[in-house]
C-alpha cells in the first residue's frame, strides 16, 4: 500500500474555549487520518468526537511537511 501525507485543519472544544489545531499524518487514505485525529484528540483531551470539527484534510508533497516527527519518517 503507499503511504501519503495529509495536512489535517480544525478546530475542537475543550471547557468553553474552542482551540485551533494542525496536524500532519502519514496515512493509506483519508478516512484512516479521521479516525486517527478523533482517537488522538478524544485520549489525550478527555473529548467526545462531537466536540472535534475537521476543517480539511488535503495531500501534501514531502517537501511542503513541517512537523519534524513526520518529516523524520520520510
Not at 489525550?44 to 513526520?70: F, G, L, T, Y
Amino acid at each position: 500500500m503507499i503511504t501519503k501525507i495529509y495536512r489535517v485543519k480544525g478546530t475542537f472544544v475543550m471547557g468553553d474555549e474552542y482551540h485551533k489545531f494542525v496536524k500532519e499524518y502519514k496515512a493509506t487514505c483519508e478516512a484512516d487520518i479521521e479516525e486517527k485525529i478523533y482517537e488522538r484528540f478524544g485520549s489525550k483531551h478527555a473529548i467526545n468526537r462531537n466536540q472535534i470539527s475537521i476543517e480539511s484534510i488535503e495531500e501534501i508533497a514531502p517537501e511542503d511537511v513541517q512537523d519534524p516527527i513526520v518529516k523524520e519518517i520520510l
